[in-house]
């Protein structure tokens, strides 16, 4: 194999977040890496894959796997790995090996190309989390512009981010399937936070990764309240919306009046929605739930909607966003002090309060503002990509 200039051809790869690593854990890795964000690189010192398990071969078969030569001489090895690097386009910055004398000429070629060296697992994994953030973005009047379009601007932020290792999750009052689809347009991490924290649901493989729900008691009073003071209720479960009257979507059901104990009995029904002309009712009904321990309210009509209902929505008690990036942090075990929430609304208040950094769009109102640690462009002016750009600069 012909020599040539290596690091040259390496400069455009040291921005990507690639890790490498001994195998000497299948559960540490399985448990820890794989199914992550990051691009990994096994280091094998044997074809033989006898000593790994069926499935961890399964799972790891399509990585670019770097076989470790202990026998070559060391600068041949080192010119093989680092035309490795430059051939499959992945160069690390940082490598896990264990303190064993058989991996000292491996541990000399990482420091020989300026990667980073950790021998201990736990701060392995600190030290690859500590290196990225969790950035959860608000749907409405934040991330979309007032018309519900996304920008390129916005789109290109978000894709740059992610290239530079960033989670970039919608966390979003609306339901499931509606989180879906924004998150799609805007081409975010595979994973939506809906109903105002309710649900955390990972796209990719079609799991919920954490859910809190409503006491079907409550529901069954909700839906009987609805009916008796003739108000549209909606009843969020998965990809499904069951309301009391008027279907206004596709992915809406209606309701059987007269059985809807039956019907209702089964599902995991994540947040209710009281909506209705009659808003001196809407606001009574509210008033009562208030008083509901089990419940609590997490959005409601804005002070200055020009929208003719009035409408409120009731999740568990232990429901809200800051609450839900308080536990999607736990699951991607990032720290919290790498957590940005960006939004313009009351709903948004728990985000910011729980993040380590919060930002809001210039189009919130003043009390959301003054809750933040910095206010960004108003969102029909890209304000969240105009602080996306500013991150990774």
Request: glycine share 4%; with cysteine.
């Amino acid at each position: 194999m012909e020599d040539y200039d290596v690091f040259g051809e390496m400069q455009n790869l040291k921005d990507k977040r690639v890790v490498a690593f001994i195998e000497d854990d299948e559960n540490f890795i399985v448990n820890n890496l794989i199914n992550s964000d990051i691009e990994l690189i096994p280091i094998r010192l044997s074809y033989d894959l006898s000593c790994f398990s069926k499935p961890y071969v399964e799972q790891t078969k399509t990585l670019f796997t770097y076989y470790f030569n202990s026998d070559n001489t060391f600068n041949n090895e080192l010119l093989r790995l680092k035309k490795h690097f430059v051939h499959f386009q992945r160069f690390p910055f940082i490598v896990y090996i264990p303190l064993d004398s058989k991996y000292d000429t491996l541990i000399q070629m990482m420091n020989e190309l300026d990667i980073e060296c950790v021998h201990d697992k736990n701060l392995f994994i600190s030290k690859i989390n500590n290196n990225k953030k969790m950035i959860l973005i608000d749907n409405d009047d934040t991330l979309t512009r007032s018309d519900g379009t996304i920008s390129y601007r916005t789109k290109k932020a978000i894709k740059d981010n992610k290239k530079n290792g960033n989670i970039i999750v919608i966390c979003t009052s609306r339901p499931r399937y509606q989180a879906i689809e924004v998150a799609k347009k805007a081409g975010t991490t595979d994973i939506v936070i809906s109903s105002n924290g309710a649900e955390i649901y990972d796209i990719s493989t079609n799991k919920i990764i954490d859910g809190l729900y409503i006491d079907k008691n409550e529901i069954f009073n909700f839906v009987k309240c609805a009916y008796l003071n003739d108000i549209r209720l909606v009843l969020s479960t998965g990809d499904t919306d069951y309301v009391t009257k008027e279907v206004r979507n596709a992915n809406q059901v209606l309701i059987d009046k007269y059985n809807y104990n039956n019907q209702l009995s089964d599902l995991n029904i994540k947040q209710c929605m009281f909506i209705g002309s009659n808003k001196n009712e809407i606001k009574k009904i509210k008033n009562q739930i208030k008083k509901n321990k089990k419940v609590c309210i997490v959005d409601e009509t804005k002070d200055t909607s020009i929208f003719s209902e009035e409408w409120f929505s009731v999740s568990n008690s232990n429901v809200s966003k800051g609450n839900a990036l308080i536990r999607l942090s736990n699951y991607l075990k990032v720290p919290l002090k790498n957590t940005i929430a960006i939004g313009n609304d009351k709903n948004d208040i728990s985000m910011f309060n729980s993040c380590g950094f919060s930002v809001a769009v210039a189009n919130a109102v003043d009390l959301i503002k003054s809750n933040v640690d910095y206010v960004t462009l108003s969102n029909n002016n890209d304000g969240v990509a105009a602080f996306l750009e500013k991150l990774i600069q």
